[in-house]
């Protein structure tokens, strides 16, 4: 569990056909990562990728209707196999300040290999909030990506 003290502004779980350390494996590599991260029928290219603390994850997304948007996330606490921390750098031309988001995965006791992944972000104020999950449906989003992530670490 994280060490927040206050609520995330979002939250999302799934239980994940795949063991952490496959879900882990598509977060560290850049190619695995190009099919999974954004929402559906986003395509992403990973320009930078280096997950430990202090590193950065350099991103372009591009929508289906052929829009890109760069990100840049600089990342915190990481712990191989559970954990990742990180902040979003935020994106001025889309009116969004910084904001930080963890990803723990845990592993579900059982005869096959399952792990729940929860995503937990906060944003920097309640105007970013509302951008997020009202104007971009940061919740449906991060939703899908959970799903796109599944069907890669169960691919292997």
Excluded: K
Aim: charged share 25%; hydrophobic share 40%.
């Amino acid at each position: 569990m994280t060490n927040d003290p206050v609520a995330p502004d979002l939250e999302v779980t799934r239980v994940m056909a795949a063991s952490p350390t496959r879900i882990w494996s598509a977060w560290t590599d850049p190619a695995a990562i190009a099919r999974w991260w954004g929402p559906d029928g986003f395509t992403s290219t990973v320009r930078e990728l280096d997950l430990r603390a202090g590193g950065r994850f350099d991103v372009v997304m591009r929508g289906p209707d052929g829009a890109e948007y760069a990100n840049v996330y600089v990342f915190g606490e990481t712990e191989a196999g559970s954990r990742i921390a990180y902040v979003h750098q935020g994106s001025p031309e889309h009116g969004l300040g910084p904001s930080r988001s963890v990803v723990v995965l845990e592993e579900v006791a059982g005869a096959v290999p399952r792990t729940r992944v929860t995503l937990r972000s906060f944003y920097g104020s309640p105007a970013d909030r509302r951008r997020h999950l009202e104007d971009f449906q940061a919740a449906a989003g991060a939703s899908q990506l959970l799903e796109r992530l599944e069907r890669v670490a169960a691919e292997g």
